[in-house]
DNA sequence: ATCAAACGACTAAATTTGTAGTCAATCGAT
DNA sequence: ATCGATTGACTACAAATTTAGTCGTTTGAT
């Protein structure tokens, strides 16, 4: 016998949920109807309009979004940020890093993203910050 | 009706897998017994032998482990490296990204990171490379 | 007032995941 | 040679996920 929970370690959204969540959170100022997501994702995913729905239910149920009843249907908003989620997302990343795996793996995001220069320039005042105060080699110190 | 695949973009490891992934990975040089692995998540899961057992085959199954019989039992070993898998996992985060999130995230990770000062060298490194050449506001050019 | 379109609630089914039991074969110690 | 421990294969089964259908009700146009 096996009880199961899973919820990808607290917060967790699954592929199809971000999918969902994305476009809320694109529109989160004038807020979703049902419609709006799934004009979108019958687009870029193919899905069928009550997929989508599905979903939308689902993620009210487990309370990403708030659904407010506006006419004949609702006005979904998201529940959190959507940076908070994404935080969570890299916190599991980093909770799975091996040995000498996250430079590696930061370095890597770092070039596969478009960051503007402001936001090089504030990493870059971080790794400045951060040199020196950790891990060192520690051959020679003065 | 309605088929089901999912498989977390492509390569994806469940939250279980990684977990046992890690074990593998960590021992990758002399390769892992089935025990090796089970006695190490007993400890930090919690699971019955049988659990883990099962979460190692069905990693073989997916491809993700090789299984070499010796003697009575089974060396698994990883079938690709700890680090493609990371940078799989680190492109779906990406691929999740809103506008205006990306530098956030990466700013969070390096902040929860333990970087050695010649991992924040090389990354600073990228960072002079990149500025200038990006996305830049774009108010005052000579 | 009528009626088609659209909405959300409910239902459904294949698949995957989590978690573990059973069992025949085998290995290792006696 | 015997027998207990261990192994991997197979089985089990609940919960979660993906994907979508049905349907009564509401709405908007006529």
Redesign the interface.
Known sequence: MAPAR?E??ENGLT?AE?KVM?VV??NRYHGCAARDVYTETAKTEGWAPTTTKSILRRLVDKGHLTARPVGNSHLYEPAGS??KS??A??????A????G????????????????????????Q???D???K????DKNRP
Chains 1, 2 share one sequence.
């Open positions: 899973n990808s370690e592929p971000w994305k959170w694109r959507a940076l994404l935080l997302a890299a916190d599991s990343l980093l799975n890093m091996l040995e795996t996250t430079g590696l793996v930061i370095t890597h995001m770092l070039e596969k993203s478009r960051l503007t220069d402001d936001e090089l320039a504030r990493l870059r971080l790794i400045d951060r040199t020196g950790t891990n060192v080699t």
